[in-house]
């Protein structure tokens, strides 16, 4: 991973297509909410359809917490729609098929030259992309579990919403 | 502004007004984004409550609608139509071709039609982010997504 892309700088606004061809930029996709962006190695790896079926089941919380996900793959448009469909996901899948931002990153999987995937990879933002925190999951293992998330975005949406202690009677 | 006035005229007519404006006689709330006066035609199915009738926007119904529309393919324009803050009343759904508004969820709620809408009414709307399906303030129709 780019070793500038810690906790407090800015996250790369990428433009890439989404799921259904749309160009999109990731400033866009997350808004003034926080925003969960994960890098995947793509549909074929048993490692990410085991952590997608944690975020599907996740995403019943997030649907009511102002919060946002964006998931990216060297997959196709076409081929995310399908994965995305098949596994319930209700958020927007960015296709980097070109690998346009695989090598700025530095988050090129080297170890599978069949696929040259993304290496599997977490962040947690704020708005305007500032990133909260970073998890290389090249090992399952190394990814944030739900609590984490839970935890992160706790954390961020505390900062952000100014309302966050309700104001009093 | 978090939301237009969209007034429903005779012959499918769909008239737009400022949110900052006097709330019109039978006016519904739509998402700001839907009026365009340079918006190219489109097909649209509306679906609308029967008169005298709104359930409220947490409905599980409503709730239902708008996954389903989240996990389904994306739209040129879809916006849920509020008879007030709390109460919902049906949804505007737009696209460029015909074929692409089958299936539309909101219809399993209230009845739908389908009709073509000329140039210069509606726009366009990139697809939600996702999963939200939480509405932003008090008013503001889904899938307008800041407070």
């Given amino acids: ?169 | 502004m978090s939301f237009v006035w969209l007034v429903l005229g005779p012959d499918d007519g769909l008239r737009f007004v400022d949110g900052e404006e006097p709330e019109p006689p039978g006016a519904l709330r739509a998402d700001p984004r839907a009026h365009d006066l340079e918006g190219d035609p489109a097909w649209v199915s509306l679906v609308l409550a029967p008169r005298g009738v709104s359930i409220h926007f947490d409905d599980p119904a409503v709730s239902g609608a708008l996954r389903r529309t989240l996990a389904g393919p994306p739209r040129r324009l879809v916006t849920t139509l509020l008879r007030d803050e709390t109460r919902f009343a049906g949804a505007l759904v737009a696209a460029d071709d015909r074929a692409e508004l089958r299936g539309n969820p909101f219809a399993a709620i209230f009845p739908a039609r389908t009709f073509r809408v000329g140039p210069g009414v509606l726009g366009s709307i990139a697809a939600p982010t996702g999963p939200g399906i939480a509405r932003y303030a008090g008013g503001a129709p889904w899938p307008w997504d800041r407070f």
């Fill in chain 1, 1 to 169: 991973m780019r070793a500038d892309l810690v906790p407090g700088a800015t996250f790369p606004d990428l433009e890439l297509p989404d799921h259904a061809g749309n160009v999109r930029r990731l400033s866009d996709l997350g808004g003034a909410d926080p925003l969960v962006l994960t890098f995947y190695r793509g549909w074929w790896c048993p490692k990410e359809q085991a952590y997608f079926r944690r975020l599907v089941a996740f995403q019943d919380e997030v649907e009511v917490a102002y919060t946002r996900i964006v998931s990216v793959s060297v997959d196709s448009p076409e081929v995310e729609a399908a994965f995305r469909a098949g596994i319930g996901a209700r958020w927007t899948f960015l296709s980097d098929a070109e690998r346009r931002y695989q090598h700025e990153l530095e988050l090129l999987e080297t170890t599978d030259r069949t696929h040259d995937p993304y290496v599997p990879t977490v962040f947690t933002l704020f708005p305007e992309l500032r990133i909260h925190r970073a998890y290389n999951g090249y090992w399952f293992w190394g990814r944030p579990t739900l609590e984490e998330l839970r935890r992160d975005l706790r954390e961020i949406t505390r900062e952000i919403r100014s309302d966050w202690e309700p104001p009093p009677p």
